[in-house]
RNA sequence: UGGGGCGUCGUCAAGCGGUAAGACACAGGAUUUUGAUUCCUGCAUCCGGAGGUUCGAAUCCUCCCGCCCCAACCA
């Protein structure tokens, strides 16, 4: 199960765990949960905290809720629910039946809320937002008392009542813990809990106008739930106090505990929130599945396996570092589930014509074609020779550079799978000078051999039978984000827009076998890159189209680029 | 600036007083009908800095430096 294979052997997190159960609390329990906010799709940072909750969870036997924190009617939906479900289940996890609202307990809340009231813990203030921020204070000077914080608790209770009989505009009544505006921690002067907000719930309608703040309705979500370690990430460090005060003033016996990790970040991605809804919202990609997107529905859709972002999540650990991964380290994880996964197949991106002149006109030959080398498990296919191929217009070289080891004038090179050919003559245009196709002469012999005579033949290269081959698509997706440079002046989004993220290449031809390639299929183009079969599209004239889900690694390019330096 | 948190290889990250794991990246080499994969090898005398305690410190103490978070009626 995916539940427990993410588990990094020596998290702080287990420590504190390990702690409370020795001392008895909770029984022995664990219970966790993951919270998502329904206003956006979840991206790889919510997968993080995923594979935490759920992996903590199974590997002390305990349960993992899956909640929604939904106390905010602006921007959240029903469909962001939605996809939220579709794509923890597809990363691999499994809440049962335990999928809960925040939504649901906003009666209970408002109970609470009155609880504290009553005893005094709790006022309405009539300050605007603008009076209360300047009551606050700053860092270094206290904050002042509100003039309305010491109404009585009938008056108090009468107008927390006419708050949610929605008698008051909103922003014109909070409803705020009567804690310490002194405090050092700007959370504790007196927090706002409840406040007056019209616009419609997606689950609840109209029937609520005042809705509960987050520090508020968390904490007692989770003691409501009975979730005994509350995991979120480092910038709620300032509201635990907060979070323990609240369940104080309400709550006996055990009670859930606050623990915070850092969040994810990852080098050239960006992962806020607030970017990714204006990068869809906005249009500058064609929406929250946008292969692009580091969303866990756009890498489903480029093609990453959900076992290796598990993988991933497993291979970060968790601490509470400040961090920047390397995206080197995503795409490894995404290759290294690949390699061993994905099936081999034929493909020409970029295609250049190769004639067999000695090969005869009308001849078809059939060739067997392991799927994996080192996998023979995974079975073969045949794949069809004949007079006139396709090869990758890069794997010839008129003028090679040194140490190139594929075709150029002269030379002889294998066709994988199938014959060496050698080098006769070309045919360039006229005009512009390109080449449009090469002569070739093949040696019989060499079908599943080595040259008789002995003779090293070093490349290998891939290619198609023209008249077998059928056109596709394919999609080369980049990192589509760079990291902002603020000395730059990169603060707008749109300046990490990354305008080669995006290359449609429409004269590909893939082997015959993938004309009808199932959606979300993923292969080994050889030598170019793992594709995955878009799930969504194929091009208006039925060809499939193929997204790269990442290159392979490139020795050639990598000596290419000494030789240029 | 008050409070909270964090500083171990290019990037993550173990380490919890006994003499610096591992992964990615990088660099060499071997095998290879994918310049892939696989396989070897190398890669912190040093743990933000300076003092101190100790037979012995990345781990304890003191001071200093740096980075992140908090002044939404967002979460």
Known sequence: MAQTDTISTNDFIREIIDEDLKAGKNSGRVATRFPPEPNGYIHIGHAKSICLNFGIAAQYGGTCNLRFDDTDPSGESLEYVESIIDNIRWLGFDWKERQFFASDYFERLYQFALQLIKDGKAYVCDLSADETREYRGTFTEPGKESPYRNRSVDENLDLFERMRAGEFPDGSHVLRAKIDMASPNIVMRDPVIYRIKRGEHYRMGNKWVIYPMYDFAHCLSDALEGITHSICTLEFENNRPLYDWILDQLLEGDRPRQIEFARLNISYTVLSKRVLIELVTKGYVKGWDDPRMPTVAGMRRRGYPPEAIREFCAQIAVAKNDNL?????????????????????????????????????????????????????????????????????????????????????GREVRLRSSYVIKYESMVKDDKTGEIIELHCTYDPDTRDAAPADGRKIKGVIHWLSARHCVPAEVRLYDRLFGVPNPAAGEEEFTSYLNPESLETLNTCFVEPALKNASPGSRYQFERLGYFCADAKESTPDGRPVFNRVVALRDAWGKIAEKGKA
């Open 325 to 409: 991964i390397d995206v080197a380290l995503l795409e490894h994880c995404v290759r290294e589930e690949l390699n061993e996964k994905a099936p081999r197949a034929m493909a020409v991106l970029s295609p250049l014509k190769v004639i067999i002149d000695n090969y005869p006109e009308d001849k078809t030959e059939e060739f067997e074609c392991a799927n994996h080398p080192q996998n023979p498990a995974m079975g073969a296919r045949t794949l069809p020779f004949s007079r006139e191929l396709y090869i990758e217009r890069e794997d010839f070289q008129e003028d090679p550079p040194g140490k190139y080891k594929r075709l150029a004038p």
